[in-house]
């Protein structure tokens, strides 16, 4: 299934002009928000597979896959710049590895059983909630000035990671939030969770290029399973070559102005969802 060769030269130059924008736009916020950008590659590279005529049965799989190998390099070029400016709480991000990586296992094992819109709904209704918190929040509001023991900061980990190879991100708005809820400041709470792209990426974006390997006749060419080569080999250079970027801006604003960036962030991921959904 030759799909790109039947596609007009114009048409394949927007698409490729699109993906270096939106790996532009994806680098700046793992950098500046300590997330993978996921939230920003799925949508886009579900559109692009739906405009090349990939089947509507395997689109989400394929977007998700790619979004997650795409958000490896990213998130470890921005945990090396966060971590380089001593802003990452190493206790917590300890705790974290061991249950983040089998969350995301979890994850890519549940994803075949669960429709994409039911996934909307909940990153909908996450990302809504902590918007609201940040935007409006105060600090009478956090849950406690230190973390939780290790076990309980850990299955926080695991849940967050479950959700976030579920729907194709690295969980660093989760990670953020969770911390920032813990008393952490929001530069050291960004920094920390950068570090979870890489943790729940990297074993997920595994798990979805295994399980896709029965599909592959129904997928484009140069696809590792549910993993777009193509889509990896466009997106991510361009993702890590701007991440450092958005560290300099974050490290450039004051705490208020960086959280009050995030909750607007949030909610505008919370919108886009919700309209995906309604259309």
């Known amino acids: 299934m030759d799909v790109f060769s039947a596609l007009p030269l114009r048409e394949l130059v927007e698409l490729g002009l699109g993906l270096v924008a939106a790996g532009l736009v994806t680098g ?11 939230a920003v590659i799925v949508p886009v590279l579900a559109e692009l597979f739906d405009h090349i005529g990939v089947r509507d049965d395997v ?13 490896i390099p ?11 400016r001593g802003s990452v709480d190493e206790a917590a991000l300890r705790a974290w590895i061991a249950p983040v990586i089998a969350g995301a296992l979890l994850g890519v094992g549940i994803a075949a059983y669960v ?15 902590m918007s609201a918190n940040l935007l409006f ?25 479950v959700l976030s190879a579920l729907i194709g991100i690295g969980g660093g708005t989760l990670g953020t939030l969770f911390l920032s809820l813990y008393g952490r400041p929001i530069h050291k709470a960004i920094g920390t969770s950068s570090a979870l792209g890489t943790l729940i990426a990297a ?25 777009s080569l193509i889509g990896v080999a466009v997106l991510a250079p361009v993702s890590v070559l701007s991440a450092p970027l958005g560290v300099r801006i974050a490290h450039g604003l004051s705490k208020r102005r960086l959280t009050i960036a995030f909750g607007l ?8 969802f919700a309209y995906d959904l309604a259309t």
């Open 265 to 272: 962030f949030l909610a505008l991921i919370s919108l886009r």
């Open 115 to 129: 429709t994409s819109d039911a996934l909307k709904v909940v990153f909908a209704v996450f990302a809504a909630g």
């Open 74 to 84: 990213t998130s470890i070029r921005s945990f090396l710049s966060h971590r380089a």
């Open 59 to 71: 689109q989400m799989q394929l977007a998700v896959g790619t979004s997650l190998a795409i958000i």
């Open 137 to 161: 929040g105060r600090e009478s509001w956090r849950v406690a000035s230190e973390l939780p023991s290790r076990a309980v900061t850990g299955l926080w980990g695991f849940l967050f990671a």
């Open 203 to 227: 074993p997920a974006a595994l798990g979805y290029a295994i399980a896709g390997v029965p599909h592959l006749a129904d997928l484009p060419p140069l696809s590792l399973g549910y993993v």
């Open 28 to 38: 700046v916020l793992a950098g500046l928000f300590g997330v993978g950008g996921g």
